[in-house]
């Protein structure tokens, strides 16, 4: 698997076949772990920061920590490459941004569901990322990675705080759960502000998956815990997986049946404009893809539209970002161009349904 | 012919047949006329008002003026009706909403291609519209029509100033001349504004056919001559014919053509959101369908659609009217209800191609 065939088709958590995956699209957990005896990244000499990079990367590589895992150097990575990695969350945004003095990776393996950023604000990111709703799952999974790392690695902990941390709101566990969800009803009937609201006071973020700020374009929404000093993993990931989420995804489906009781012409409405535009369309910017496809996605959950598998329209979430399009596209492709090549790409593909 | 089966298909200018239909929907000459020892309209006593309208209306039905003549007594027909005959263009506004102690009411024959009303601003308003762009046509047949009406009723006439007028932009030869034009391609090139300045500096009026003020949705444009006074018939209709209507129509087909080599995937993209839009919508706007409706037309007019036939899209542009619609469907609709029906009505026709 090289980063270049990556572009075409999307990982495990894609596929739509987890749990809950008509609302919950992936379960993450995240964990920030560093080296003892290394300062942070910010404040390590390059030379430093070249020995962690070579350290975690042959630990990880031949720690067999899972399948088909491969490496990628950043700094061999041409910006759409780099572009690419952030698009399918294996990477984070800082992470291909950062300069090129630092040095930096990633490894990514069984199908794109680990990754594990090296020297991104923390030594190591490790991440597991798994479809629909599978935080038990995604827990374990991540705790035996850690496991497995810790007997090659050294990490840095305090018996008082836990884990260190380059940043404060990761010391301790060092663990961030995180659920993306996708919440079209909600937000068709106006009741997604009273979800933030409940979310933010019990100290969740909420962030749109797609769309700077408040606005979640495509309904897409990662929540996730925000601080972890002092609080137990279990205790974190037991508030996520019996509270938080399905309490969401209750209200959710509740707004879902509301629509379809009371304003079903309207709910079709949305739906079969959106699968009319995305077929025939002969220019598509990205933002509105992403409300198209939301809706298209609803359809397709209600039963209202069929043909179009759940893979499909997960897959055209991602192949319509920028990096991922001209990937498939292989070639460079300016703004305007990009335009006609997404919507000749979404026609391609709804259309060999 | 009765007033109720009017909605259900368009008259014999919207069949799309005449010249230059694709950019030309109608030619219309109108034609204010008084009855002399009468007051004008407005001046004139109930007594006064109704002798005028028995005595026009005798000769109008008696004059066998046009095929298949049908009188219309407004003050008897209810308020969809009115504005059904304001939707066909074959009353006016402020004949549809005088005061009912108004007797007045408007003669309608030949297809709809001839319209008399009576007591509108003046005793007499005749209009003559045809489909494409025929004004010699037009201009003949109501030449005819006012010729045959002079023998039968006494028109006010000065020597001076010629035919006299309720409002003086109409006194001499009471003409007024005037065009329906498609432009969406001046529209899309951005160039529709030097058409309107230039129109402006020829002492033309220039009217959305729907939507206030400057803007035409739908892309429909009523140009008018604006005077009348001091001007003979044929000066006026010499400038139409053969100045402004081929000029325009010349800029029109190179703006089209401008759009075909330079921007056909923008072109084709308005063509493509219209049709796949109002093939699929559940939902529809009077002024959304006005937009759609106009590119689609575009896209016909350009052979970049097939199957659809002009008909059926000048039948929208009317059907796509709150009364009209209502009259099709067979019942009072409120506007969220005329939505869905609008809806599926589009649907329907369209799908049965």
Redesign the interface.
Same mark, same amino acid.
């Not at 077929?279 to 220019?283: D, E, I, K």
């Given at each position: 698997m090289s980063l270049g065939r990556m572009a075409d088709h999307g990982g495990e958590w894609l596929g739509g076949t987890g749990p809950e995956s008509d609302i919950v699209l992936s379960s993450r957990v995240r964990l920030a772990r560093n080296l003892a005896g290394f300062p942070f990244v910010n404040r390590a000499t390059n030379r430093q920061q070249l020995d962690i990079l070579q350290q975690c990367r042959e630990q990880v590589l031949q720690g067999n920590l899972a399948d088909d895992m491969i490496w990628a150097d950043l700094n061999d990575c041409d910006q759409l490459e780099r572009q690419l990695l952030v698009e399918r969350h294996l990477i984070s945004r800082q992470h291909a941004k950062a300069s090129d003095d630092l040095p930096r990776g990633v490894a990514v393996g069984a199908n794109e569901s680990v990754s594990i950023m090296v020297n991104e604000e923390d030594h190591l990111r490790i991440q597991v990322l798994r479809s629909g709703m599978q935080l038990t799952e995604t827990f374990n999974q991540i705790n035996q990675l850690d496991d497995a790392l810790e007997q090659r690695l050294d990490f840095a902990y305090s018996k008082q705080y836990g884990y260190l941390t380059a940043c404060p709101t990761n010391v301790g566990t060092g663990i961030r759960v995180s659920v993306m969800m996708h919440l079209p009803a909600l937000k068709l009937t106006g009741e997604i502000d009273k979800v933030r609201r409940a979310a933010k006071d019990m100290h969740l973020a909420v962030r749109g998956m797609f769309g700077e700020g408040s606005d979640a374009i495509g309904d897409l929404y990662q929540i996730s815990n925000q601080t972890t000093l002092g609080r137990g993993e279990q205790e974190i990931l037991a508030d996520f997986q019996h509270t938080v989420v399905p309490q969401i995804i209750a209200y959710e489906k509740q707004a879902r049946q509301a629509l379809i009781r009371q304003k079903p &012409? #309207?709910l +079709? +409405?949305k739906i079969? @404009?959106a699968? %009319? &535009?995305l &077929?025939? %369309? @002969? #220019?598509l910017r990205t933002d509105e893809v992403l409300v198209l496809l939301s809706h298209l996605r609803l359809g397709v959950n209600l039963s209202r539209v069929d043909k179009i598998s759940m893979r499909t329209i997960n897959e055209l979430f991602l192949m319509n970002q920028p990096a991922h399009l001209q990937k498939i596209v292989g070639t460079e492709l300016d703004p305007v161009q990009r335009r006609?090549a997404r %919507?000749t790409l979404i026609r391609q593909r709804l259309a060999a349904l």
């Open positions: &012409t #309207l +079709d +409405d079969w @404009r699968w %009319a &535009t &077929t025939h %369309a @002969r #220019l006609e %919507a």
